[in-house]
Antibody, heavy 119, light 107 residues
């Protein structure tokens, strides 16, 4: 069965960086992309960007350009999302989701990783 | 960016009720519209893709319709487990954008 398992919660100070992992299993990792979506406390869903697990191509949300980097390690079927220069409004639950095909449906999601930015 | 606007933002209904949630895109997105259900503390779950296709394993009480700019999600007979927040999402063009969510509560 398809599973995406994310790394654990993080607490960071403003200005620091965080790197969240998302380990995939149950499907051919390189046949799909991974999108990252975040959700601030009590708020809606915000798409952060996408990476192709096939060739590493990326597409980031403009508001995060320059602060976010998404990578994959095909040897371990793991995707990573690094966010730098953290601010308090980056406090959120971060989700990875399998992003497949032309329809760009997010059909499987990780369990979420809470990142708290606080001094 | 394409703006997705859902209505209502919140809704109270009873078990057995028929409920409709609407989603409007700021420009045409053809049928590139997906619906997700999210329960507190959980990841979103894909319900409907391509505006009207039911994701595998999702009860047939859920249905979607629409194309262009106007879309609807209908739950034909509410069950206790359906009380959650629902989001529409356009996948027509980058950046992918979500509606603000519709919170469905028990009356």
């Amino acid at each position: 069965q398809v599973q995406l398992v994310q790394s654990g919660a993080e607490v960071k100070k403003p200005g620091a960086s965080v790197k969240v992992s998302c380990k995939a299993s149950g499907y051919t990792f390189t046949s799909y992309g991974i999108s990252w979506v975040r959700q601030a406390p009590g708020q809606g869903l915000e798409w952060m960007g996408w990476i192709s697990a096939y060739n590493g191509n990326t597409n980031y949300a403009q508001k995060l350009q320059g602060r976010v980097t998404m990578t994959t390690d095909t040897s371990t079927s793991t995707a990573y999302m690094e966010l730098r220069s953290l601010r308090s409004d980056d406090t959120a639950v971060y989700y990875c989701a399998r992003d497949g095909g032309e329809l760009r449906t997010f059909d499987y999601w990780g369990q979420g990783t809470l990142v708290t930015v606080s001094s | 960016d394409i703006q997705m606007t859902q209505s209502p933002s919140s809704l109270s209904a009873s078990v057995g009720d028929r409920v409709t949630i609407t989603c409007r895109a700021s420009q045409s997105i053809s049928s590139y519209l997906n619906w997700y259900q999210q329960k507190p503390g959980k990841a979103p779950k894909l319900l409907i893709y391509a505006a009207s296709s039911l994701q595998s394993g999702v009860p047939s009480s859920f249905s979607g319709s629409g194309s262009g700019t106007d879309f609807t999600l209908t739950i034909s007979s509410l069950q206790p487990e359906d009380f959650a927040t629902y989001y529409c999402q356009q996948s027509y063009t980058s950046p992918i954008t979500f509606g603000q969510g519709t919170r469905l509560e028990i009356k």
